[in-house]
């Protein structure tokens, strides 16, 4: 599987988890919805500082999201 496509399947999981629609996930993580859109629908390629923006509110590493 390409790896965008699994980063943005493991972000979305994470965040369903967190019960957060994209637009309150986007607020945690300081980041646009669309772009968190874009990442969970894999038409994103992410620099490492999002993956890490994305990684905190979630709790995770970063290194999960794109396990």
């Given amino acids: 599987m390409d790896i965008c496509k699994r980063l943005g399947q493991n972000v979305r999981a994470l965040r369903e988890e967190k019960g957060w629609s994209q637009e309150a996930f986007a607020h945690e993580a300081d980041i646009h919805r669309t772009y968190i859109s874009d990442i ?3 038409a994103r390629n992410p620099t ?3 993956l890490e923006k994305l990684a905190k509110p979630l709790g995770v590493p970063a290194a999960r999201l794109i396990e």
């Fill in 40 to 42: 969970e629908r894999g």
């Fill in 48 to 50: 490492v500082m999002i």
